[in-house]
C-alpha cells in the first residue's frame, strides 16, 4: 500500500513540473551582458554559458553568395546604409557590431556553435528579394549545417513560405517552424512543420490555437516576450518555447510557478 502511494505522489509530482516546462530561446543571442551584442558570436556563446535551450540568429545573402549574420535589411558603414543582400562579403566583413566583433558569417558562426554544449541554435532565414535568392540561401546553409554534423542541433525558422517550404525539403528531419501568425496549426501541420512561432499579440488574441496545435502534435513557440506580465500569461498559455531579450528573467519567473 505505501509503494502504491508514493508512486502515486511521484506521478502527481511529475504532472506538476512539466506544468510549466517551457524552455527559453535567447533572442539574437544573450546579449544583454558585458562584452556581448545582438547576433554576435559572443552573444551565442553567452546563451550557450547560461544553458538557454536555443540561441536565435539571423541570416541573409550576401550580394556574392555568401550567408552573412545579421537582423535588419540594412547595415551603417562610414556613415553610409547598406542593404545586405545588395553587398558583397568584403564590405560587409567591415562593419562592426557594438561589441567590437565584425559582422560574421554564417560559416564562422557555426564553427562557433560546433563547440557549444548546452544551446541549440535557431536560424531564422530573412525572406529576400527573390526566390532564386532564398532557396539558394537556403540551400548553401543547411548544407553547411550538413558538413559540420549539426542537424539534430539546429532548427529553423522564418517569416517566408518559400523559405520554410525549401528548408524542409532540404532537411527533412529538421523542426521548421513559421513565423508570420497568419496560419492556422491545421494548415502548418498539413505543411509538415514542426509548429508555430508566432508574436505574442497573436497568441492573446488566438490562444486557442495553442491547444489546437498541441492536439495536433505541433510545438508552440512565441517572441519577443520580455515584460513580466506577458511571461506569466505566456506560461499560462502552456507555450512550448519562449523567445526573450530577457533569458535570465523568464527563467526565474518559470522557476517560481
Same mark, same amino acid.
Given at each position: 500500500?505505501?509503494?502504491k502511494n ?10 506538476l513540473t ?8 535567447a533572442?539574437?543571442g544573450?546579449w544583454?551582458?558585458e ?10 556563446m553567452?546563451a550557450?554559458a ?11 545573402l550576401s ?20 542593404v545586405?543582400? !545588395?553587398?558583397? &562579403? /568584403?564590405?560587409?566583413?567591415?562593419v %562592426?557590431l557594438?561589441?567590437?566583433e ?6 564562422k558562426?557555426l ?10 541554435? +535557431?536560424?531564422?532565414f530573412?525572406t529576400h528579394?527573390? %526566390? /532564386?535568392?532564398e ?9 553547411m549545417?550538413?558538413q559540420r554534423n ?5 532548427e529553423?525558422?522564418s517569416f ?15 523542426d521548421?517552424?513559421? &513565423?508570420?501568425?497568419?496560419?492556422t ?5 498539413k ?5 508555430? !512561432? ?10 486557442e490555437?495553442v491547444k ?5 502534435g ?5 517572441w519577443t516576450?520580455n515584460k513580466p ?5 505566456? +506560461?499560462?498559455? %502552456? ?6 531579450? /530577457?533569458? &535570465?528573467l523568464?527563467? /526565474?519567473?518559470i522557476?517560481?510557478q
Open positions: 500500500m505505501k509503494k508514493l508512486l502515486l505522489i511521484l506521478i502527481l509530482f511529475a504532472g512539466n506544468l510549466s516546462a517551457q524552455q527559453i530561446i533572442h539574437r544573450y544583454k551582458t562584452g556581448s551584442a545582438q547576433n554576435s558570436i559572443e552573444s551565442l553567452q550557450d547560461i544553458k538557454a535551450y536555443g540561441s536565435e540568429v539571423d541570416i541573409w550580394s556574392d553568395g555568401v550567408p552573412v549574420v545579421n537582423h535588419d535589411a540594412e547595415v551603417t558603414l562610414n556613415g553610409n546604409k547598406l545586405v543582400q !545588395d553587398t558583397p &562579403l /568584403e564590405t560587409l566583413t567591415q %562592426k557594438s561589441n567590437g565584425s559582422l560574421p558569417t554564417v560559416e558562426y564553427d562557433a556553435f560546433a563547440k557549444c554544449n548546452n544551446t541549440k541554435l +535557431i536560424i531564422e530573412k528579394s527573390s %526566390k /532564386e535568392r532557396d539558394e540561401l537556403a540551400r548553401k546553409v543547411v548544407d549545417v550538413n549539426l542537424q539534430n542541433r539546429v529553423y525558422i517566408g513560405i518559400n523559405l520554410v517550404q525549401q528548408v524542409k525539403k532540404l532537411a527533412h528531419q529538421a521548421v517552424y513559421y &513565423l508570420n501568425g497568419d496560419m496549426p491545421q494548415i502548418l501541420s505543411m509538415g512543420l514542426a509548429g508555430l !512561432d508566432y508574436h505574442y499579440n497573436v497568441l492573446l488574441k488566438r490562444p490555437w489546437e496545435a498541441h492536439d495536433l505541433l510545438k508552440v513557440n512565441t516576450v506580465e506577458v511571461i506569466q500569461q505566456m +506560461i499560462d498559455l %502552456k507555450v512550448d518555447f519562449i523567445t526573450t531579450d /530577457e533569458p &535570465l523568464v527563467r /526565474e519567473i522557476q517560481k
